[in-house]
């Protein structure tokens, strides 16, 4: 895993290019701490500069930026090539030679030998990468599949600039960017900021699966092109659904997913497992201890809190499993101590709350391995998700309802507050087994109020997936991601499962995921989201993913070859943290720090009256806006980060 930067400067404005590159790459420090490599060409103004966190080949011979055995191409690479070992013995057999072992050599001589698009379609992997072509005086940048490794990319004056990360490109000179507003109007809906948007005008995210190629010569900035479609593939599953037995999909399901752990447990370096004790990273965990000859390691998260400490589960699994199982209780004071980093780590406002136990997971697990294999992906692949059970039941028996009588009904509940609902619900689910009961089940009781009065299956995914649904952001209105599908209006579960792959999966888990790795120096790797397993689930029927209201069948029956099932059966929890408490105890005086009204209107990015009704309500218990007012937190936290120039 590494940090790659770089720029073509056809302007002049660069006095000393091995100068900035040096100190460009220098702020990616944490996601190459081993070795730091630069390149460049004066007479065209390019130059390129690499971090390296090194996990195969960890001589010399796999130092970056690469040159090709010809000499005709230079690449800066951050990622992983899972199937290099089979590329190479495919390219050794049409003549060429390699010196090292790394996969970065492997991916060159496959650039030679097949061109770009050949090269990526032929790899399985997580990466991004810049190269340069000599021969035709062009720079491309190239992202994985499903967008497991970020990429930005702009302009800064007449200069183009790229980096695995915002924040090196205020190492640039004349670096000066402005805020742009409709990035912030998303975010506030969404709690990220989706591709090919950032936070700044002018800078972008290349989105998963692409290429953007930009010539020296003119410097054009063409339409990045797909190499990968997600939805071609899921149309052609859909067409071509595997007729088979339970028992033979299961064995297919299985197979693959050992195939993919086994690829990814390939490193010259110590590795281990996240493991929740959920369904998901306990399938990770036990086809790697199945696929290793001694103790794999594991780490789990915890809480005092007893509704989201799931590290009891986690340490039930590890024990079954036989893995040397590590765990770190989280209190509100280590929150409190994250979160002033979160700004700096992110780049540009992000507002997952687990993005703080992944930030502290990562560092205790940093301390033991180098590698860390995570199980997400499964929800998104195996219909794992809540909405995807009851979205379209909800749909279904609210459509024929007039819609003054459905507000009418979510006004009744709302005015109820979510903390005396989940009492009430938590004395009425005592006598039922722990399988059926739901955790704070008055929050969601109010989400299900907030979506009673759509008019549309496509209103009520945009309201499933959004925290501010009302325009909150001076001088924009856009809040709205473009969450069209093939399967829109059509097949509202598959609808809402491609459109949380192509939108939710990269721009909110897989960001969180990598954002927190490296700033701990840890590389992450995700099983799940292998080419070939997201094209197999797209081939399962609908009744392999969810059967009789429970998500993720198939993969649970996978499971129950491991583990036993009471150890897995009991409700779903996700990454949660008790923020709606933390945000009225242990935080409040830190939130309350960045929602003044003063401030908030002196800044001139946010309407003060919303905000202000949303955290006296919250402050009241009356009500739990802990998801829309950590999206503000997150900005406002951000903003004095970045104003402030540190």
């Known amino acids: 895993m590494c940090g790659i930067v770089g720029f073509i400067d056809r302007t002049g404005q660069v006095q000393n290019a091995d100068v900035v590159i040096q100190e460009m790459s220098g702020l990616l420090s944490h996601r190459g701490p081993d070795d730091s490599g630069q390149w460049s060409d004066k007479d065209v103004g390019v130059s390129l500069g690499h971090r390296r966190l090194s996990v195969v080949d960890l001589s010399p011979l796999g130092h970056q930026p690469m040159n090709s055995t010809s000499g005709r191409y230079v690449i800066a690479f951050n990622g992983e090539i899972y199937n290099f070992e089979d590329l190479r013995t495919k390219l050794v057999a049409k003549g060429h030679q390699f010196r090292g072992h790394s996969d970065t050599e492997v991916l060159l001589a496959a650039i030679s030998q097949w061109g770009v698009d050949g090269a990526v379609g032929r790899s399985?992997?997580?990466?991004?990468?810049a190269l340069w072509d000599r021969e035709n005086r062009s720079l491309t940048l190239a992202r994985d599949r499903m967008g497991e490794k970020p990429l930005y990319y702009g302009w800064v004056g007449g200069s183009f600039v790229f980096s695995s990360e915002l924040k090196a490109f205020s190492a640039f000179p004349g670096w000066r960017p402005t805020l742009n507003r409709d990035s912030i109007?998303?975010?506030?809906?969404?709690?990220?900021?989706?591709?090919?948007?950032?936070?700044?005008?002018?800078?972008?995210?290349?989105?998963?699966?692409?290429?953007?190629?930009?010539?020296?010569?003119?410097?054009?900035?063409?339409?990045?092109?797909?190499?990968?479609s997600l939805d071609d593939i899921a149309v052609?599953?859909?067409?071509?659904?595997?007729?088979?037995?339970?028992?033979?999909?299961?064995?297919?399901?299985?197979?693959?997913?050992?195939?993919?752990?086994?690829?990814?447990?390939?490193?010259?370096?110590?590795?281990?497992?996240?493991?929740?004790?959920?369904?998901?990273?306990?399938?990770?965990?036990?086809?790697?201890?199945?696929?290793?000859?001694?103790p794999i390691k594991s780490f789990s998260i915890g809480f005092d809190d007893k509704r989201y400490d799931e590290a009891v589960d986690a340490r039930e699994v590890a024990r079954h499993l036989g893995t040397e199982h590590t765990e770190l209780y989280v209190t509100p004071r280590d929150a409190l101590d994250v979160i002033p980093d979160l700004p700096f780590i992110y780049d540009e406002p992000f507002a997952d709350p687990s993005q703080i136990p992944t930030m502290l997971l990562c560092r205790m697990t940093r301390e033991q391995v180098t590698v860390a294999i995570s199980g997400d992906g499964g929800d998104e692949l195996f219909g794992g998700y809540n909405r995807y059970s009851w979205g379209d039941s909800i749909w279904r028996r609210i459509r024929h309802v007039p819609r003054p009588l459905r507000q009418f009904a979510a006004n009744l509940v709302v005015r109820v507050s979510a903390n005396a609902w989940n009492r009430v619900g938590d004395f009425a689910m005592r006598p039922l087994p722990s399988k059926y009961h739901v955790r704070r089940p008055g929050d969601r009781l109010h989400k299900l109020a907030g979506v009673l009065d759509v008019s549309s299956q496509d209103e009520l995914y945009d309201r499933l997936i959004?925290?501010?649904?009302?325009?909150?952001?001076?001088?924009?209105?856009?809040?709205?991601?473009?969450?069209?599908?093939?399967?829109?209006g059509r097949d509202f579960v598959d609808h809402m499962m491609l459109s949380d792959m192509k939108g939710y999966l990269p721009g909110d888990i897989l960001t969180k995921v990598d954002r927190a790795a490296m700033a701990a120096s840890l590389e992450t790797r995700i099983p799940f989201l292998d080419h070939q397993l997201v094209e197999f689930s797209w081939k399962l029927p609908r009744s392999m993913k969810?059967?009789?209201?429970?998500?993720k069948w198939l993969l649970r029956r996978v499971l129950d070859r491991y583990v036993p099932n009471h150890l897995i059966d009991r409700p779903k929890a996700g990454f949660g943290v008790p923020l709606d408490e933390w945000l009225r105890g242990p935080l409040r005086d830190w939130a309350d720090s960045l929602l003044m009204p003063e401030k908030l209107k002196a800044e001139g990015y946010l309407f003060e009256a919303p905000i202000q009704q949303l955290w006296g309500e919250h402050l009241s218990g009356r009500r739990n806006w802990q998801y829309p007012l950590w999206n503000v937190l997150m900005f406002q936290s951000w903003l004095e980060r970045w104003t402030s120039g540190d």
């Open 124 to 129: 399985t992997g997580m990466f991004a990468f």
């Open 236 to 294: 052609h599953g859909k067409e071509h659904l595997i007729e088979s037995s339970d028992s033979e999909a299961v064995d297919a399901l299985d197979s693959l997913i050992h195939k993919a752990v086994a690829n990814q447990m390939v490193a010259d370096v110590p590795l281990g497992a996240f493991l929740s004790g959920g369904v998901d990273s306990s399938v990770v965990a036990a086809v790697m201890q199945a696929e290793s000859s001694r």
């Open 185 to 228: 109007a998303m975010f506030m809906r969404h709690a990220y900021i989706p591709a090919p948007s950032s936070i700044f005008e002018k800078f972008y995210k290349l989105p998963p699966a692409s290429l953007i190629t930009v010539s020296s010569d003119t410097l054009l900035l063409p339409e990045p092109s797909i190499y990968w």
């Open 466 to 488: 959004s925290t501010w649904r009302q325009p909150i952001v001076k001088g924009s209105t856009a809040t709205r991601i473009d969450n069209r599908s093939p399967f829109s």
């Open 546 to 551: 969810i059967r009789n209201g429970e998500g």
